[in-house]
């Protein structure tokens, strides 16, 4: 990206350097843990980016900071996640190891060394447990949509996100509404990610300077 962006990543508890401390399975304490730390941030122009159920986190954020009178992004980017009035949940990931590590395969993205390692493999379980439950048990439906403008991606080969799925995230706004699908799966291959991020370079520069994208 151009140095006039600043990727900001959020690390939740359960992964990475935090993979010690047990993961949130409730989005209501994620997003008052969000607020804290963004809240100082919010001085600039920003916009949220979420892949799956980062996408659904960054959504219910951004109706935490409307409902608290704080800034608020100036785009949402959504990926390879159902809009919130797919609420079926998902009984195919269950209640056992086996439903889960056959999620994770249907999903892709996750080296197949991992499941190479049955150690590993049982390690990140917990978390992805907690994910899934985190999204299938929040049922917020705003009265007001939002006022901002949100690009969807949609991996053609997705199941979870698919183009169908994610369409319904135009009723969450009332802004502009975009939806592009591009390569691959839940995960994108490497022409869909960089579609990705060459499309939120543009609508960035678009939303932030009125002019024409550059970045092609």
């Not at 499309?199 to 002019?211: H, K, M, Y």
Request: negative net charge; glycine residues 8%; proline residues 9%.
């Amino acid at each position: 990206m151009p140095t006039w962006i600043e990727p900001v990543a959020v690390q939740l508890p359960g992964r990475g350097d935090r993979f010690l401390e047990p993961p949130l399975d409730a989005m209501e304490p994620l997003l008052d843990a969000l607020v804290e730390v963004f809240e100082p941030l919010l001085d600039q122009a920003y916009a949220c980016y979420g892949l799956s159920m980062g996408a659904r986190v960054a959504w219910a954020l951004t109706h935490r900071l409307r409902d608290k009178g704080l800034p608020l992004p100036r785009i949402l980017f959504l990926a390879s996640a159902a809009a919130p009035c797919w609420e079926e949940g998902r009984p195919d990931w269950g209640d056992s190891a086996a439903d889960l590590v056959g999620y994770l395969r249907e999903m892709g993205g996750t080296p197949p060394e991992v499941f190479a390692e049955p150690e590993l493999l049982a390690s990140l379980l917990p978390t992805l447990r907690a994910d899934l439950t985190l999204v299938d048990s929040y049922r917020f439906r705003p009265d007001t949509p939002l006022d901002l403008p949100i690009r969807a991606f949609a991996g053609i080969d997705d199941v979870e996100g698919s183009p169908e799925r994610m369409s319904g995230w135009r009723d969450e706004t009332r802004g502009r509404f975009d939806l592009d699908v591009v390569a691959g799966g839940h995960f994108f291959d490497a022409s869909g990610e960089e579609h990705v991020v060459r499309t939120i370079v543009n609508d960035l520069e678009r939303e932030l300077t009125g002019r024409r994208p550059s970045f092609m």
